[in-house]
């Protein structure tokens, strides 16, 4: 809100989803309550401290990509600016405290209040402070999931460094760069499990979610929770609460959603460990992970396959305070962002796939080349900037 600062309350969301009704979205509701929009195959939802999230439609090239995330800014700043608030685009909350920030009806997120932090102490900062860029990529086959999904998991520690945008927490210095990774790394079903450094086929990952524990239930329009039982229960009809009803492919979906690690599948892989950034890098995320995962997957995967597994562990749980200076391999993660940014840049330029104006998709990594250059990233810019007079 710009008189004041605060987080918006669900009220002025409403206000919001009407007036981005004129731009041509569909109200999503639940029990009559709005709780998101819809357009073709694109989703804004709503999350539980009132963050908004675009979920895209599937894609063929970052231009296309880009460009859909640019109109859905020039939409937001219409309305936005109407109704007199103001966009943050940073990993986690720079001002408020966790008890100022309104929830809203959406009724999966009373449930997750109050079961997950018994999993995790910082599941409730996770669920009302943070904000990520996420990527959701495809395969073509088990052989390429089984490559693309080592490589994702191999780099979340770069992930990590490089795009680092959550160094302030109530207005004061985190002692982090990466504030949101330290949430996300302290939150209930989140992290970077040991089984994901495996060469993982379709099989192992099924026996993974089936025995990971359920987080909560619909029936009908109810939620319940699922805290005593784990998904094999559920195929096995143990569940008293639904009349022992076996799962749905809806209920598997909304299984496989409730998993917060790092990186997860569904039909697709989806990438979680970039904070979001401004309008500036948004687009550089995505071109990055698409010039190694797309363009040139081979090199990365042997360059990847030589780091140790508890060596990445390990980078991963320091990269959010250390950043760049995090060590892996003898080498810290300035150098393999590097060195990956040019493996990515060799990959984009493999695929040539060209906008309207002849450039092809390097031209998103700019962003990252000069934080690479000024070994700079958008954390340590903040702190510098915050630093002269700790005026946010």
């Not at 970077?192 to 060469?199: A, D, G, M, S």
Request: with cysteine.
């Amino acid at each position: 809100n710009n008189q004041n600062n605060k987080r918006v309350d669900y009220l002025k969301i409403k206000e919001m989803f009407s007036a981005l009704l004129e731009f041509g979205w569909n109200p999503i509701l639940e029990k009559k309550n709005i709780i998101g929009l819809n357009k073709g195959n694109k989703n804004i939802t709503l999350e539980p401290g009132n963050q908004i999230e675009l979920s895209g439609e599937k894609l063929n090239n970052i231009h296309e990509a880009c460009a859909e995330s640019h109109d859905y800014l020039f939409e937001l700043k219409q309305v936005t600016k109407k109704l007199g608030i103001s966009i943050v685009s940073a990993g986690f909350d720079p001002i408020s405290k966790l008890n100022e920030i309104p929830n809203n009806p959406k009724q999966r997120y009373k449930l997750m209040t109050n079961d997950m932090p018994s999993g995790g102490e910082l599941s409730l900062d996770m669920m009302y402070r943070t904000c990520g860029t996420q990527l959701n990529i495809d395969y073509n086959s088990e052989e390429d999931f089984s490559k693309k999904f080592k490589i994702v998991n191999s780099i979340v520690p770069i992930s990590i460094a490089l795009f680092a945008n959550s160094s302030i927490v109530e207005k004061r210095k985190s002692n982090f760069l990466s504030y949101r990774s330290k949430v996300w790394q302290n939150t209930s079903r989140g992290g970077l499990p040991k089984l994901f450094f495996e060469n993982l086929n379709f099989e192992k990952y099924a026996e993974f979610i089936i025995n990971f524990p359920i987080l909560f239930i619909q029936n009908k329009d109810e939620y319940i929770s699922g805290e005593k039982y784990n998904f094999n229960d559920f195929m096995n009809g143990k569940i008293n609460e639904i009349g022992n009803r076996l799962p749905t492919e809806k209920d598997l979906s909304t299984h496989l959603g409730t998993i917060f690690t790092e990186n997860r599948l569904k039909k697709y892989i989806e990438l979680r460990s970039m904070d979001t950034c401004g309008w500036d890098c948004l687009c550089a995320g995505p071109a990055f992970n698409v010039g190694i995962l797309y363009g040139n997957i081979d090199e990365v995967y042997e360059l990847i396959s030589k780091w140790e597994q508890d060596k990445i562990i390990n980078a991963y749980l320091e990269a959010p305070q250390k950043g760049f200076n995090t060590q892996l391999m003898g080498k810290d993660l300035l150098y393999w962002s590097s060195i990956l940014l040019e493996l990515s840049k060799k990959g984009l330029e493999n695929r040539d796939i060209e906008n309207k104006s002849g450039k092809n998709e390097t031209v998103f990594l700019k962003h990252l080349q000069k934080v690479i250059d000024n070994k700079t990233t958008n954390a340590d810019h903040m702190i510098s900037k915050f630093s002269k007079n700790e005026d946010l």
